[in-house]
């Protein structure tokens, strides 16, 4: 898992753990809501990786023989 994953996932840990610590209701939707999006950054980074893997190696097998670095 990469460091800014980590981060993300770690912010929003945080935050779902002071929402359910607080008695005012509005804060506490407020900080789920930071955590879910903290969550959902996360999980668009898996799929940058992915898709950053694959059209890797889409492009290296649309490669010629002698275009190829190995």
């Given at each position: 898992?990469?460091?800014?994953?980590?981060?993300?996932?770690?912010?929003?840990?945080?935050?779902?753990?002071?929402?359910?610590?607080?008695?005012?209701?509005?804060?506490?939707?407020?900080l789920?809501?930071?955590?879910?999006?903290?969550?959902?950054?996360?999980?668009?980074?898996?799929?940058?990786?992915?898709?950053?893997?694959?059209?890797?190696?889409?492009?290296?097998?649309?490669?010629g023989p002698?275009?190829?670095?190995?």
């Amino acid at each position: 898992m990469n460091i800014e994953k980590r981060a993300l996932l770690d912010h929003a840990q945080r935050c779902r753990r002071v929402a359910e610590d607080l008695t005012h209701r509005e804060a506490a939707r407020r900080l789920c809501a930071m955590a879910d999006a903290y969550e959902a950054r996360a999980a668009r980074l898996d799929d940058e990786d992915r898709s950053s893997t694959l059209l890797h190696y889409f492009r290296r097998d649309l490669a010629g023989p002698s275009d190829r670095q190995e």
